[in-house]
């Protein structure tokens, strides 16, 4: 079924003032092909707009429009391009002419927080209307240039800690890393998931850069003379700037072998079953080309596909997921983690944004600068890392508050079950040993597990989900030596970061204390 055409009127005048009917396809800054006289233009394979408002304007007026939104079309991001058009039809909204009522309209409609933005960009379109050649009513444009916009306000969730959109509090980024790999190694979420939420996490990077990813970025190399171990190195997308097409740039990041090993399984897994699905195995350049992260639709495509085709549709940007679905996903994985925010006393709200935030927080506590933490964040200059910077000598108390904060108890922090004594936790394990504290020489619980560990007990124990505290066991005792050690290290380093090691731990301590005193007092 074919697009829908514009107006006969409006094709018509397109076609006598600028003979669009031999020369009407035009190829979107993303790549794709359209023709301007189609009600809808696809730009990428998430954006499509819908150009049918412009008739709204005065016929004298439509030529210059459509050709400037093609402009954008062409040479800027479809996002940016869609932000126009959905401007365009804001304005026309309060009056379809060129005039000042008509920008004093859209001036009192546009939301405060959001304002100078909205009038930048409206600013932006018709100076390079103007630019193409559009003969502009004089008043309007003198009016347009004459606004003075303060700048965007920069890293505003940063700079806030908004607890729901800004940077994960240092617990609550600690409760996500340990309750993916306690998950993992449960078998409660798969390769996939796993895989996604830690490149999330360990790369700090937008959605945009990860749904772009391809099986052949990650590379694995066994340089190492040394250790023998294998080194991953993932290539990147850089997305985010001005003039910067589909997969065109790339950073490369290494990444730590437990997360890279994961990847590598859930590649040759998500495969496996595409080769299922279409009835024929995939040659190693069609797997190459595969999107890291795709969804049913890939199958369906490639079942209907034939020769060349295969490879044109798998090298384009066609297959992969939209930036929309990838963070719907991250979203999930990190729900069924079940983490409660020592800041709210709510479920933890996620967004692949906050662990970019985080990045950049992180790095800004540990004394990194400007320069680093933009290259960190894959950042083509340094403005936006300042925010981190400036923040930065708040973040070192953060943790001490948060210990004394009466929603503490709801953080996820113990994640085993308390147990009256040693025989219960037998019952539910026969082979389960103690754990002991052996700087205060005593037992304070079980090991529900039966394999090897190496953490260093007992502290990393009350953060195990494997953990059978007892509940008459000495736990205060434990509490007091993790606090002890942790001013120690703040009076003799001199180094937040370094002394809020065990914070996680004091917490999960701190909440085994409190549900075992509630235990008690139930009888």
């Known amino acids: ?241 001005k003039r910067r097409k589909f997969r065109s740039q790339f950073k490369a990041f290494a990444l730590v072998q437990s997360i890279g090993q994961v990847i590598c399984q859930h590649i040759e897994t998500a495969t496996k079953e595409l080769e299922k699905k279409i009835g024929r195995e995939l040659l190693l350049e069609e797997v190459k080309e595969l999107p890291m992260f795709f969804n049913e639709q890939v199958a369906e495509e490639l079942k209907s596909l034939k020769g060349s085709q295969v490879m044109a549709y798998l090298s384009s940007e066609l297959p992969h997921m939209k930036r929309s679905d990838l963070t719907f996903e991250l979203r999930t994985i990190i729900e069924r983690l079940r983490i409660i925010s020592e800041r709210t006393g709510q479920p933890l709200k ?57 929603l503490a108890r709801y953080a996820s922090a113990f994640l085993g079950k308390v147990v009256t004594n040693e025989q219960e936790a037998c019952k539910e394990n026969p082979n389960a040993s103690r754990i002991p504290c052996r700087d205060k020489e005593c037992d304070v619980g079980s090991c529900g597990s039966s394999s090897f560990c190496t953490d260093y007990a007992p502290v990393a124990c009350y953060l195990c989900p494997k953990f059978r505290p007892w509940r008459d066991a000495p736990h205060h005792l434990v509490l007091s030596w993790l606090i002890e050690e942790r001013e120690r290290l703040s009076n003799t380093l001199d180094d937040a970061k370094v002394a809020a090691i065990n914070d996680s731990a004091i917490l999960a301590v701190a909440q085994v204390i409190k549900i075992c005193e509630e235990e008690k007092d139930n009888g």
């Open 350 to 406: 996620v967004s692949g944004y906050r662990f970019r935030y985080s990045g950049g927080t992180r790095a800004a506590e540990a004394g990194a600068g400007l320069v680093t933490i933009a290259e960190l964040l894959d950042h083509t200059d340094t403005q936006h890392a300042g925010v981190y910077i400036a923040n930065s000598s708040e973040l070192g108390e953060q943790i001490s508050k948060i210990m004394n904060n009466p």
């Open 1 to 241: 079924m074919g697009q829908e055409k514009l107006p006969h009127s409006f094709d018509s005048w397109s076609k006598q003032e600028t003979k669009y009917d031999e020369d009407c396809l035009r190829t979107s800054f993303a790549g794709f092909e359209f023709s301007i006289l189609e009600s809808k233009w696809v730009l990428d394979s998430e954006t499509t707009i819908n150009v049918t408002f412009v008739q709204n304007f005065p016929p004298e007026y439509r030529k210059a429009i459509l050709e400037t939104l093609t402009y954008f079309a062409e040479y800027r991001s479809a996002k940016y391009t869609s932000s126009m058009s959905f401007l365009l039809r804001k304005y026309i909204k309060g009056s379809t002419s060129l005039c000042l009522n008509g920008l004093l309209s859209f001036k009192v409609g546009c939301p405060e927080r959001s304002k100078n933005d909205y009038l930048s960009r409206l600013r932006c379109f018709f100076r390079q209307a103007e630019y193409l050649g559009f003969d502009a009513p004089r008043e309007f444009m003198k009016e347009i240039n004459s606004w003075v916009l303060a700048g965007s306000e920069k890293g505003i969730p940063v700079l806030t800690q908004d607890p729901e959109t800004g940077p994960f509090s240092e617990l609550e980024f600690r409760a996500i890393k340990s309750n993916l790999d306690h998950k993992y190694a449960e078998g409660v979420i798969s390769d996939r998931e796993y895989s996604l939420a830690q490149l999330f996490a360990a790369t700090f990077r937008r959605p945009i850069n990860l749904k772009q990813l391809k099986v052949k970025d990650l590379i694995t190399s066994s340089k190492a003379l040394i250790t023998k171990q294998p080194i991953y190195q993932l290539n990147i997308p850089r997305a985010k700037g």
